[in-house]
C-alpha cells in the first residue's frame, strides 16, 4: 500500500492495486465521526453496445445498467438494505451516464459495513421471477418521471442536442426497452463490467487506513474471479450539429421552465479535466449569481435563485446547460446567447477571471468537509484520468487566454439547443 500526501490540502490518500484488479483508495479524516464508502463500476446507461473481454460484439436495452442496480440490492433470504440498517448504516446507490455507484454511510460497524457492500455487490442473485417483478417497478419509475417537468426540460435537452450518442436516452430507459429485458442479459453485463479491474473502492472517514486495506484485502482474498481483460464500448459517429434546435412540450406548471446550452465534439478537445474546469470558470463568471448579466435578469424579472449552469462532459459526449424558471423563455434565451456572443468576441476581463476563480478554489476547499461530496467527485475524476486533490493546482494554472478561448469554442450558435415546457397540458 502507497501513501500519497498532498500538502497543500492537509490529506494523505492510501492506495493499492489487488491481485483482482480492483483498485481501493482510503482517505482518512481524523476527528470524523462519519465514515462514506462506494463501490464504483464503470457502467453507466451510455454502455448499451460493447465487445466483452474475449466475447462477442453485444447490443443490449436500453436502461440495463440502471435495472442492473435495482437488482444488486435484492438476495434470496431478502433485500440489502435491512442488513446494512441493522449494522447502523444508511445505503443507496444510483447509476448515471457512465458509472453505477453503491455506497454506505455510517458511525458504527465499518467493518462490518465494508464486507457487507463488498458482499453484496459482488454475489449478484438474479431469477426469472424476481426480474419480471422489478420491470413493472422501474416502468413505474419512468412513467414518474415523465409526468416530472424538471426531469423532462433537462432529458428534452440532451435529446435535442444528440442524435446517435447514447447520452441521449434515458438513463432509466423506456417502458419497452426494461421489459425486454432477462435475466441472461443482466448477467451478461454483470460478468462484462462488474469484474474487480473494472472497479473502485473508496473510503473517506474517520477510518485507520492500515486496518481498513486489511480488512478489505481478506474480503477479495477469499473469492475468485475469472481472468480480465479489455472491455470495448461501440459508440456510432455523432454529427456535429444539435437533432433539433428547440423542443417545447406543456405541462401543469406554474411557470415555464427553459433550459439550453451548447453542444461541443468532444474530439476536438478529448475528455480533459483541465477543460472540464476551464468551462466551469467560464460559465460560473458570465452567468453566475454574481455576474452583471445576472443581476439583470434577476432585475428583470426573467430569472429566480433556480437559475443556473453545469458542464457534463464525458466518453463522447461534452455539453452546458443553462436555464430554470422564467416567464419568458425566448427572452431569456435571447439575452444569455447574445452576452455569450459578446463574451467570445470581446473576452472576459482578468479581474472577473480571478475573482471566478477564487470563488471555484474556494468552493472546493469547503467540499473537502464533505464526505459524501470528496467520494463522489473523486471517482467521477479518476475516471477521466484525474486526481481529485490536483483540481485546486489546475485551477491555479489556468490562465485568462485559455479561458477567453474556451468562450470562443463553446458559445457556437449551430450547436445550440433549447428545451421549454411551458404551461398547458401534456
Given at each position: 500500500m502507497s501513501a500519497k500526501p498532498y500538502p497543500k490540502l492537509q490529506e494523505t490518500l492510501w492506495h493499492e492495486k489487488l491481485d483482482n484488479g480492483l483498485e481501493v483508495f482510503i482517505l482518512p479524516k481524523p476527528g470524523f465521526t462519519?465514515?462514506?464508502?462506494?463501490?464504483?463500476?464503470?457502467?453507466?446507461?451510455?454502455?448499451?453496445?460493447?465487445?466483452?473481454?474475449?466475447?462477442e460484439t453485444i447490443r443490449v436495452p436500453d436502461g440495463i445498467a440502471h435495472f442492473l442496480e435495482h437488482k444488486m440490492f435484492e438476495e434470496p433470504d431478502g433485500d440489502i438494505f435491512s442488513k446494512f440498517a441493522s449494522q447502523g448504516a444508511s445505503a443507496n446507490a444510483y447509476t448515471s451516464f457512465d458509472r453505477t455507484v453503491y455506497l454506505f454511510t455510517a458511525t458504527d460497524e465499518i467493518e462490518a459495513n465494508l464486507d457487507t457492500l463488498l458482499h453484496f455487490v459482488q454475489n449478484p442473485y438474479f431469477t426469472d421471477e424476481n426480474v419480471e417483478k422489478e420491470k413493472g417497478i422501474?416502468?413505474?419509475?419512468?412513467?414518474?418521471?415523465r409526468d416530472n417537468p424538471d426531469w423532462r426540460v433537462y432529458f428534452g435537452l440532451i435529446e435535442a442536442m444528440y442524435q446517435t450518442h447514447p447520452v441521449h436516452i434515458d438513463i432509466a430507459g423506456t417502458a419497452e426497452s426494461v421489459r425486454s429485458i432477462t435475466k441472461e442479459m443482466l448477467y451478461d453485463c454483470y460478468n462484462t463490467f462488474y469484474h474487480p479491474s473494472n472497479m473502485t473502492f473508496f473510503v473517506v472517514g474517520g477510518v485507520d487506513p492500515q486496518e481498513t486495506m486489511e480488512r478489505i484485502k481478506r474480503n477479495q482474498a477469499n473469492k475468485t474471479f475469472p481472468p480480465s481483460g479489455e472491455i470495448k464500448r461501440l459508440f456510432e459517429n455523432e454529427p456535429e450539429k444539435v437533432k433539433d434546435e428547440k423542443r417545447e412540450l406543456q405541462l401543469p406548471v406554474s411557470l415555464p421552465k427553459c433550459l439550453f446550452g451548447f453542444k461541443e465534439d468532444p474530439d476536438e478537445h478529448k475528455d480533459d479535466v483541465r477543460k472540464e474546469l476551464a468551462s466551469k470558470i467560464m460559465l460560473e463568471a458570465l452567468l453566475g449569481s454574481s455576474s452583471a448579466l445576472y443581476q439583470q435578469l434577476y432585475d428583470d424579472n426573467l430569472i429566480s435563485d433556480g437559475f443556473g449552469q453545469e458542464y457534463n462532459t464525458g466518453p463522447g459526449y461534452a455539453f452546458s446547460i443553462i436555464g430554470g424558471e422564467t416567464r419568458d423563455p425566448d427572452e431569456l434565451v435571447t439575452q444569455v446567447s447574445e452576452a455569450l456572443y459578446e463574451a467570445a468576441k470581446n473576452g472576459i476581463s482578468s479581474d472577473i477571471f480571478e475573482r471566478t476563480r477564487r470563488k471555484k478554489i474556494g468552493a472546493f476547499l469547503r467540499m473537502m468537509n464533505s464526505p459524501e461530496s470528496i467520494a463522489s467527485e473523486f471517482t467521477r475524476y479518476r475516471h477521466k484520468g484525474g486526481d481529485l486533490f490536483t483540481l485546486v493546482e489546475v485551477y491555479e494554472s489556468l490562465t485568462l487566454e485559455e479561458i477567453n478561448e474556451r468562450v470562443k469554442e463553446h458559445a457556437n450558435p449551430d450547436r445550440r439547443a433549447i428545451s421549454i415546457v411551458r404551461s398547458g397540458t401534456a
Open positions: 462519519k465514515t462514506y464508502a462506494t463501490f464504483t463500476t464503470r457502467f453507466g446507461s451510455i454502455d448499451n453496445h460493447f465487445t466483452p473481454p474475449g466475447g422501474i416502468v413505474q419509475e419512468i412513467d414518474m418521471y
